[in-house]
């Protein structure tokens, strides 16, 4: 079945130390999009990538990065992970356009310590 | 800007039906509805599209006034199944990039 994979589904890290999160798809969608979840909240976008035009959302904080080196792989790297940035990250994937919805992967949960 | 949903929260007896709302202070061109379940990921349910149209998904529909920038998703005769929290997320234009609301919890109790 065609889907979004992340990996890992858990991770914890410790205060300050880098950490990579990886998102993959096999929808061949040109569209990937990074979401922090914190616990109740919605999800809040990161950053997004039309194949491989990077958008940065204007309030994602500096130490958050990502890479998309092709068209099936996204990375989203956190260089100095602080308490506050414990949350579920979402990776989704759409089409080009409105009419796509977006399939979202499993999520992987981080925790600072 | 986030949309608006409401109500924060629902409780439901199985067949009964539900209406939750999202309203919007900009212009939209496209609303989206999903379903998340504690733990899980969102999952996609219906896209709604600039010229004011109604879905339907079995017994989930939506309605979307663009005049009034607002969208509905009516629940009817709920099954416990349809417990989680409701997402509707929002975009201005033709391209996507969705910003999400709270997230309404529904609740159905046998």
């Known amino acids: 079945d065609a889907m979004v994979i992340q990996n890992p589904r858990y991770q914890v890290t410790q205060f300050g130390k880098p950490v990579t999160l990886s998102c993959s798809q096999t929808?061949?969608?040109?569209?990937m999009y990074w979401y922090q979840q914190k616990s109740s909240q919605a999800p809040k976008l990161l950053f997004h990538?039309?194949?491989?035009?990077?958008?940065n959302e204007a309030d994602t904080p500096d130490n958050f990065q990502s890479r998309r080196p092709n068209t099936s792989f996204c990375f989203l790297d956190i260089r100095s992970p602080g308490l506050g940035d414990a949350a579920m990250y979402l990776c989704a994937t759409s089409g080009t356009g409105a009419n796509y919805g977006y399939t979202f992967g499993s999520g992987t949960r981080l925790t600072v310590v | 800007q986030q949309p608006v949903q409401s109500p924060q929260a629902v409780i439901l007896r199985e067949g009964e039906d539900a209406v939750i709302n999202c309203s919007s202070s900009?212009?939209?061109?496209?609303v989206h509805w999903y379903r998340q379940k504690h733990g899980e990921a969102p999952v996609f349910l219906m896209i709604l599209l600039k010229g004011g149209e109604q879905k339907g998904h079995e017994k989930i529909s939506a309605s979307f006034n663009e005049k009034k920038q607002q969208s509905s998703l009516y629940l009817t005769a709920s099954q416990l199944s349809y417990s989680g929290t409701y997402f509707c997320?929002?975009?201005?234009?033709?391209?996507?990039?969705?910003?999400f609301g709270q997230g309404t919890i529904l609740t159905v109790h046998p």
């Open positions: 900009k212009a939209l061109y496209s």
């Open positions: 997320g929002t975009s201005g234009t033709s391209y996507g990039k969705l910003t």
């Open positions: 990538y039309y194949d491989k035009d990077f958008n």
């Open positions: 929808l061949n969608h040109n569209v």
